[in-house]
């Protein structure tokens, strides 16, 4: 008896649910479908991510120095308060002219 219960309910709530998925858009639905299987597919790769950050490189030779020393870095150069300005004066034109021909067509 409890079977049929529940097949009967499983059988009302597919009735409902096609009545349901047959007044909604094609487009909405697949809007749906790709939203749900979207977030199943960055599960993964968000477990991924935030593992590979507790990840420890355990470097053996971690008391040999790994680098030569290097010079220390220079202090940063001052900018004027006025900017320079340069005034450009063009002695011959940019590009080249080319000679031009008329043609006489007869």
């Known amino acids: 008896m409890k079977t049929i219960i529940k097949l009967v309910g499983l059988a009302a ?3 409902i649910a096609w009545h349901v ?7 909405v639905s697949a809007l ?3 939203a749900i299987f979207g977030t199943m597919a960055a599960i993964p790769a968000v477990l991924i991510a ?3 950050s507790q990840r420890v490189r355990h470097d ?4 040999a120095p790994t680098e030569t020393p290097r010079e220390p ?5 001052q900018l004027t308060a006025k900017p320079t300005r340069y005034i450009v004066i063009a002695q011959r034109p940019a590009l080249p ?5 008329k043609i006489e067509v007869k």
Do not use: D, E, S, W
Not at 21 to 27: D, F, T
Not at 60 to 63: D, G, L, Q, S, T
Not at 73 to 77: G, I, S, V, W
């Open 50 to 52: 935030t593992t590979r």
């Open 13 to 15: 709530l597919a009735a």
């Open 32 to 34: 749906g479908l790709g």
């Open 97 to 101: 002219t080319v000679a031009q021909n």
């Open 73 to 77: 870095q220079k202090q940063p150069m």
């Open 21 to 27: 998925g047959g007044m909604i858009p094609v487009r």
């Open 60 to 63: 053996h030779y971690h008391h």
